[in-house]
């Protein structure tokens, strides 16, 4: 006795003991025929994204008088949906990369499908900023190019612009990083899928791996890129959010005009993305039988994540009333009375209960370790968040300064759809994603096997269950 | 003979053989086609051609030749003028003097031939340039496409000769069987046209003219006739009124000539002066006379003429004077001894002004303006008005006879939509040997008449005007005619027999005036003059010469016996149950414009409301049974029932309900159909032989069902009253989230006032050179001195002037292209007015204290929609004007919502295009001639984009422009720029303003009237100038002129009646 005994590692892939296993259960969905149930959901999915595609080229046809916004309410369901799904992204982003920079071990198993839901709430969300514009054809006036139309050139005042910048940025950033990250995988399931023969899945890989050949040379230049990119990403975890908050913070409208609105947004969003990442992996654990590699323990590190964001969220609530009553200035009183006792008062009520009262649950580690409670909630924190963007935007703009102009705001059924809808392009793209990229980066969770065994014989692809 | 032979060259001449071979050919050489079509070119060329490619190629092109050719382009047509009229140069307006049916007195701005644009003429000394909404609203009727395009015969279009021959037929019979004539007619303002009518009628041996009007004036002639003998509506001079008394009377919004009227009015309500007119109002609905009172008293109509007995009484104890029967009624809080003491206090300066048509009422009116010794004074019925000289009694007696009228004539009369004897016309007009409506457009009545011999729109028509006695003004043509119509009074001196034309009649007429003209000038000049200022005088109106004292009028003495007799049958008037009130709104009036978009998509200053009629329910009543916005109601009288949304009014007197009158048009035109709504001619009754505005016995019941209703203002308190804060604990009636003080300023003393002028707005100082209350961080780095030698545009804007009337609404509508959108987009709020004026209710609902805020683009310095703006699309000029560049707006809407004045107004659809705007909006290019209205200095938008007020900027650069050319350079010799002079340039709103209440310039120019306010008044104030957006608008606050016991009074009423009440937030 008397010597260190340092504490065991937290397991934090299970009942793996090859290498070969890890690669035989992620590739094999690629290699496979789809399933009915995938195309079933696929086809689901892509019924909804054509009803996005019908609403919104209704919108363009007839003109933005088909939604339900008004002289006094300008934004709505839109922008809505656009805080919404940049929101979601942000997760994807802190598990890929603040978590990579914080070495914590457990997000590799779960880092490809949350990048790559980034991506595709990052798409869904950049529908939205040209959608909503009246007069969409002439989106690419957003950008600073050099043209012939004179001196005409864009207003670097307007957070609008600045969005132009965050969205664009944090996409570009995000899929390299993302497509980065798959190239490894891409190696390994070019070369299985050679090895049985599959001509055109190979060559596709083999495009897609760009050359990929696992020397040791090509993975320190990985591990750097994949280091700097990282780097490069963490700061838009904080930065994205905080520039779509100022479209409202830098305004002059009571309840938008605010400066807690940036870390108050980041924390929503990063709280809104762990929900959805939360709805996302359960799904995936369970059609996937990845059990073995999303298992409980990070279920629980998620929910402790969403019990922290929420009680921050909830916080920047209560801030908002204080500072309301603190200010003295009857806009902003009447504002926040307005948005939790006026007549949209169950949008209010619906964004606090889910988003502060539901996730106090995840205090119980059971029902941390509870996935159909962890999947219920993930889902009122979903609709919780959404409320919330609108819950900011409406209640604000339908009783701002004077009181001849306050109105009402209804939704149409054209706005509906869009929302609807982009939940449709949402998963027409993660389904495409689920069914022909490695959702679990597999080169990651070999790190994480404590003492991979040799396997007896050499495994024969198609062999390990 | 021998030819010589030529030879082309030594060639030729040697007849070589190489030669010989080579001319047998047509070309001498080969033409290297092998080589062309060579592989080995075409390796050169780099491609290769065969004559699939070809054929592909030929197909393609021929296909796409073809499609593209397919394609509907838009033709436009731009033809220059062959030879350019002397007077016209495009782009240039021209301006004619002109009045409109109502008897204003307009000048007309033509662009390139047709007229796009009324304002009052400056000239008028009736009007003094204001002109009411739908005076502005009536430019549009000209290019209504409804329009009678030919004269008709029966229902199919004939030609002028066919009906004028068939019509004198039928003319020649009856006169020979000696039938009887008829002509009907609104007041006809015309002298010319009465006196074409007269000729006309002059060849008939049974023949009459008789007048009315839908709207009645007839018991104020009749009972002056009753009282001094003089049949006629006298002329009443509001601005020699210390104290005014208006009863049922709507005198600023729809009674007699409101335009007028509110500019007189307005002169007495300038707290500038040493004296400012008090005004009480008694009445049964909330008008808008009734909102601009200092005191006002609901009353039931039933209740009206004994009020009137107290009044007089009241008067009449004061002045020693013998009492009337009766009196017991009494006004809250002792108000006919609270108007009486005021009206004794300015006895001679004091009016009382009538407006139920009933000759009992009437002439007890008159009794206490002649106790009061007013008559000659403030009343001069020495110089009556002829805006009203309908006779009830002459209708009755025309619709008794009816059946056995042989010849009628309907000139501009449409009796069959706007009288209450619709069934009594409907049946005779078709039994009738000589039916012939005058219409300019089809209505209920022309569409059962045998003949219509369309008139001309009165922009197209000669004519002459006279309102006021001895006051002329010109009617010309400032277009030609559109269809083939001909002028009334053509018709009229056709069917004569008469050879002369209206134009010489009306000249002839003239030639009498002008030898009344002292300038001692030809008629030829004189009748240029006129055609150039528009307005004529007689010699009796005509400003007497300095230091000439003009004798006063003869005050006329009252007839003591009608007036005992007026006062039983007043008091005699009993109502059970429920009254309803039969009024006119601003713009629809009496409907005979209903077909007007503009006019129906104009809010009613009260209610806020558009497109629709609608019941009026008092406050209280809706309280106590439950009645909620937009319930439908059924209200049966007589046996009539009918069924309409409920608006829920304060101020209307409990125990009444109000029902306008205008709506319903079964044959108003396509704007019509837009909406079905009620009629409420049907329910007129006569009492007495006048018609009568309001029906007693009336009930009402809840229907269960709703009816959506377009209303543009759904909040009326400058809080929300659903919820309290502990600001203010002390239990006054500011506990709530009151914002009256950032929004409106208002001071209900005049004595107050005067006393402490600098605490009218709380803020100390005047706007350019006040101390701030507020604090700012950033100090003025937004304003570049530099900047100082520029135009800088500002406006200030009065609320004390202001009186809600709504002309400058539609004068922007007019000026700026302004679409109309329809009832469904006004329901959703997406109306697209630049101006609007807001309405804001406070105190006690059952009564309450309101005040109109005009609000339009604040042209703030520190725009908050500008800098949000990602395309730069909305800029601020170097003159302070926050402009909006359409092409290069992409529609984020982000400056919207940012606007803390919700001013911005966004093209949801194309509403020129899209098919649901196709009836509404005359601007729709399924309209061509609706189109003709466009102004076309602005730009008609397109879907997607943003627009709001400019300050008619294309007014303020023609005005720069002129100022230049004028100058004859754009520098002074000093060297600094050429500004137009101030005043020279006026936006489309502060022009059309009645009351003057809007004033615009050049904040950066010394002497300008904006600088001086800005400067000087301490009125003025911006709305939540917390904000700091720091606007180019500015207001001044509003003082009423109350006593202190009148405040106290209803500060008390206040107390008790806390505001509770959900709907009225």
């Known amino acids: 006795m008397g010597h260190h005994v340092s504490p065991i590692r937290q397991q934090w892939v299970t009942n793996t003991d090859y290498y070969a296993q890890i690669t035989e259960d992620i590739s094999r969905p690629i290699e496979a025929k789809p399933n009915l149930r995938w195309i079933a959901a696929f086809a689901l999915s892509f019924l909804v994204l054509m009803l996005f595609v019908g609403a919104v080229t209704w919108t363009i046809w007839e003109g933005i008088g088909t939604w339900g916004l008004n002289k006094t309410v300008g934004w709505a369901f839109d922008i809505t949906n656009f805080v919404f799904w940049v929101g979601i992204g942000h997760a994807g982003t802190l598990i890929s990369a603040v978590l990579l920079l914080f070495r914590q071990a457990w997000r590799n198993s779960i880092n490809r499908a949350t990048e790559a839901m980034t991506i595709f709430a990052v798409i869904c969300a950049g529908m939205f900023p040209i959608i909503h514009m009246g007069r969409p054809w002439l989106g690419l006036w957003f950008l600073p190019l050099p043209n012939t139309r004179g001196s005409l050139w864009v207003n670097f005042n307007s957070p609008l612009l600045w969005d132009v910048f965050a969205i664009s940025t944090y996409f570009s950033v995000s899929l390299v990083f993302w497509y980065l990250g798959m190239m490894p995988d891409f190696g390994s399931i070019r070369d299985r899928m050679k090895r049985q023969g599959m001509k055109i899945g190979s060559k596709i890989f083999a495009l897609l791996a760009m050359g990929w050949d696992g020397s040791n040379r090509t993975w320190s230049r990985y591990e750097l890129v994949s280091l700097v990119l990282a780097a490069l990403a963490t700061p838009l975890v904080l930065s994205v959010h905080s520039i779509v908050s100022m479209d409202f913070a830098t305004s002059v409208i009571p309840g938008w005009h605010t400066t807690i609105f940036p870390p108050y947004f980041v924390a929503g969003a990063i709280f809104s993305g762990f929900g959805m990442v939360q709805t996302l992996l359960i799904v995936q654990r369970y059609v996937y039988k990845h059990e073995n590699y999303i298992t409980l323990d990070h279920m629980e590190s998620i929910a402790k994540i969403v019990i922290a964001t929420g009680s921050l969220v909830g916080l920047a609530y209560m801030t908002e009333f204080f500072i309301a009553w603190y200010s003295g200035s009857i806009w902003e009183r009447y504002i926040f009375i307005n948005r939790a006792f006026g007549p949209y008062w169950w949008a209010y009520w619906i964004m606090f209960s889910c988003n502060v009262i539901t996730p106090q649950i995840f205090w119980f580690k059971k029902i941390r370790r509870n996935m159909v409670i962890t999947f219920i909630i993930s889902i009122f924190i979903n609709i919780g968040m959404w409320f919330e963007r609108f819950v900011i935007i409406v209640t604000s703009l339908h009783r701002d300064f004077l009181p001849s102009s306050w109105a009402m705001y209804t939704p149409s059924w054209v706005e509906a759809s869009i929302l609807a809808g982009s939940f449709g392009l949402f998963f027409t793209f993660y389904f495409l994603f689920a069914k022909f990229l490695p959702t679990i980066n597999m080169f990651e969770v070999k790190t994480l096997l404590h003492h991979p065994k040799q396997p007896k014989h050499t495994f024969e692809v198609g062999e390990a269950n | 003979m021998n030819t010589p032979k030529y030879w082309r060259g030594i060639e030729e001449l040697e007849q070589k053989p190489e030669f010989l071979a080579t001319v047998k050919d047509e070309f001498p050489t080969d033409i290297p086609m092998d080589q062309q079509l060579s592989e080995v070119t075409e390796e050169k060329l780099g491609f290769k051609a065969n004559r699939r490619d070809f054929l592909k190629l030929m197909g393609f092109g021929l296909t796409a030749a073809t499609l593209s050719a397919c394609v509907e382009t838009p033709k436009k047509f731009a033809i220059p003028y062959v030879e350019k009229p002397d007077d016209i140069i495009p782009g240039v307006a021209n301006y004619y003097a002109t009045s409109t049916l109502e008897g204003i007195s307009v000048i007309a701005k033509c662009r390139e031939g047709r007229p796009i644009k009324l304002e009052g003429n400056p000239d008028s000394p009736v009007t003094q340039g204001g002109m009411d909404a739908i005076g502005q609203a009536s430019i549009l009727n000209l290019y209504d496409i409804d329009r009678y395009q030919a004269p008709m015969s029966g229902s199919t279009t004939a030609e002028w000769d066919a009906v004028d021959s068939e019509i004198a037929a039928k003319l020649k019979e009856i006169k020979n069987s000696g039938g009887k004539v008829r002509i009907l007619s609104r007041s006809l303002l015309s002298p010319s046209l009465r006196s074409a009518a007269a000729s006309f009628l002059a060849g008939f041996a049974d023949a009459k003219h008789v007048t009315y009007d839908p709207i009645s004036y007839s018991a104020i002639a009749e009972a002056n006739e009753k009282s001094f003998g003089k049949k006629v509506i006298p002329s009443y001079h509001i601005n020699k009124a210390k104290v005014l008394v208006g009863v049922g009377c709507d005198f600023l919004g729809t009674w007699l000539e409101p335009t007028s009227q509110s500019s007189q009015y307005a002169e007495m309500r300038d707290p500038a002066h040493s004296q400012m007119s008090r005004h009480y109002q008694i009445e049964s609905m909330l008008s808008t006379t009734g909102s601009n009172a200092d005191m006002r008293f609901p009353v039931k109509p039933s209740d ?186 053509d018709s009229l001196l056709k069917w004569s027999g008469a050879s002369t034309k209206f134009a010489d009649l009306l000249k002839s007429n003239w030639q009498a005036l002008h030898g009344q003209q002292a300038d001692g000038s030809s008629f030829q000049e004189f009748w240029d003059k006129v055609l150039r200022k528009g307005i004529a005088m007689a010699k009796k109106a005509q400003p007497p010469v300095e230091g000439e004292e003009t004798a006063p009028a003869a005050a006329a003495t009252m007839d003591s016996a009608a007036l005992s007799a007026a006062a039983s049958q007043a008091q005699q008037t009993s109502a059970s149950g429920y009254e309803l009130v039969l009024y006119e709104k601003v713009g629809i009036r009496d409907g005979r414009y209903a077909g007007n978009p503009w006019l129906q998509e104009l809010p009613d200053p009260i209610t806020r409301t558009t497109w629709d009629n609608y019941i009026t329910v008092p406050f209280q009543y809706a309280k106590e049974n439950g009645v909620k916005q937009e319930d439908v109601l059924k209200l049966s009288v007589g046996g009539q029932e009918i069924e309409g949304a409920a608006v829920i009014l304060p101020g209307q007197a409990m125990g009444t309900f109000g029902l306008a009158l205008g709506y319903g048009r079964k044959n108003g035109g396509r704007t019509t159909k837009h909406v079905e709504t009620i009629d409420a001619y049907p329910l007129l009754e006569m009492r007495d032989g006048n018609v009568a505005y309001s029906r007693a016995g009336v009930t009402v019941d809840k229907t269960g069902r709703t009816y959506p209703l377009a209303c543009v203002q759904t909040f009326h308190t400058l809080f929300d009253p659903t919820k309290k804060t502990p600001r203010k604990p002390e239990g006054s009636i500011d506990n709530y989230f009151d914002r009256t003080e950032e929004i409106i300023s208002e001071v209900e003393s005049f004595e107050e006032y005067k006393k402490h002028p600098e605490a009218v707005n709380g803020h100390a100082g005047t706007a350019l050179n006040k101390k701030h209350h507020l604090i700012t961080l950033w100090e003025s780095h937004y304003r570049d001195k530099a900047a100082d030698r520029y135009i800088r545009w500002a ?141 076309p200095d602005v730009t008609v938008r397109f879907r997607g984009v943003m627009e709001k007020c400019s300050f008619c900027v294309q007014r303020l650069q023609e005005g720069k422009l002129k100022a230049k050319i004028r100058a004859g350079s754009s520098l002074n010799p000093d060297g600094s720029a050429v500004k137009p002079e101030d005043g020279s340039i006026k936006t489309a709103c502060q022009q059309s303003c009645p009351t003057g209440a809007i004033v615009f310039g050049d904040l950066n120019d010394p002497n300008s009237e904006v600088h001086k306010l800005y400067k000087e008044n301490d009125r003025l104030y911006h709305v939540i100038e917390e904000v700091k957006t720091l606007p180019s608008v500015a207001y001044m606050t509003k003082i009423r002129n109350r006593t202190a016991d009148q405040i106290k009074q209803i500060e008390e009423r206040t107390e008790e009646v806390m505001f509770e009440n959900e709907w009225l937030g």
């Open chain 2, 304 to 489: 009206t003429g004994k009020a009137l007995i107290s009044l007089y009484n009241a008067v009449a104890r004061q002045l020693g004077k013998p009492t009337l029967p009766g009196g017991s009624f009494s006004l809250t809080m002792g108000g006919e001894s609270m108007i009486a003491n005021d009206l004794v206090k300015a006895q001679g300066a004091s009016l009382v002004l009538c407006g139920i048509n009933d000759p009992a009422c009437q002439t007890i009116t008159n009794g206490i303006n002649d106790i009061l010794g007013n008559m000659g004074k403030t009343i001069d019925l020495n110089t009556p008005v002829y805006y009203k000289q309908g006779s009830d009694s002459d209708m009755m007696e025309l619709v008794g006879e009816l059946n056995s009228v042989d010849a009628l004539f309907f000139l501009d009369a449409n009796p069959v939509y706007d009288t209450p004897f619709a069934g009594a016309f409907e049946s005779a007009i078709k039994g009738m040997k000589l039916s012939v409506s005058l219409a300019t457009k089809p209505d209920e009545t022309s569409a059962l008449c045998a003949y219509v011999a369309p008139d001309h729109n009165f922009l197209e028509s000669w004519g002459d005007v006279m309102a006021v006695e001895g006051i002329y003004s010109v009617v010309q043509p400032t277009i030609n005619p559109i269809y083939n119509t001909r002028q009334a009074g």
């Open chain 2, 795 to 935: 406006m200030a804007i009065d609320l004390n002037k202001c009186t809600g009337c709504g002309a400058c609404v539609v004068s922007c509508h007019a000026e700026n292209n302004v679409s109309v959108v329809g009832k469904e987009e006004v329901r959703k709020r997406r109306e697209m007015h630049w101006i609007r004026i807001d309405r804001y209710y406070s105190g006690a609902p059952e009564n309450p204290n309101v005040v109109f805020q005009p609000m339009m683009c604040q042209h703030c310095d520190n725009a908050p929609c500008e800098t949000v703006c990602p395309v730069l699309a909305t800029i601020h000029s170097q003159e302070g004007l926050n402009q909006m560049a359409y092409n290069r707006c992409v529609g984020t809407r982000y400056c919207a919502n940012n606007c803390p004045y919700k001013v911005r107004r966004f093209n949801w659809y194309n509403y020129v295009n899209g098919d649901d705007f196709q009836n509404v909006n005359p601007a729709h290019e399924t309209n061509p001639l609706g189109r003709f209205v466009l102004n």
